[in-house]
């Protein structure tokens, strides 16, 4: 029963700041690199975002969002979550977690940034 939800999408201004959150359950979650993908209409997903499990806690970004968004996790809630600031109308896209070693995928949560 592998389960991913992503939640805390939502409608922002150019400039401002969401929170991400993805929810596991069905594995050892502190087991698992997580990584965070968004993809935008008409165009292919992409990595924005991923962290290593709890023994190293390394984290990589897309070039794209680096400086402006932290993906960080908190084992013991089986949840990772990517704080994004500095919003850009170019960051609208359904964002997905992604558990790296099972393969499971979230349903995605909507991000759109518009003035």
């Known amino acids: 029963q592998v389960q991913l939800v992503e939640s805390g999408g939502g409608l922002v201004h150019p400039g401002g700041s969401l929170r991400l959150s993805c929810a596991a359950s069905?594995?050892?979650?502190?087991?698992?690199?997580i990584d965070w993908y968004r993809q935008a209409p008409g165009k292919e997903r992409e990595l924005v975002a991923a962290?290593?499990?709890?023994?190293?806690?390394?984290?990589n970004y897309a070039d794209s969002v680096l400086g402006r968004f932290t993906i960080s996790r908190d084992n013991a809630k089986n949840t990772v979550y990517l704080q994004m600031n500095s919003l850009k109308p170019e960051d609208t896209a359904v964002y997905y977690c992604?558990?790296?070693?099972?393969?499971?995928w979230g349903q995605g949560t909507q991000v759109t940034v518009s003035s």
């Open positions: 069905g594995f050892r979650f502190s087991s698992y690199a």
């Open positions: 962290i290593t499990s709890a023994a190293g806690s390394s984290t």
């Open positions: 992604h558990a790296r070693r099972c393969g499971a």
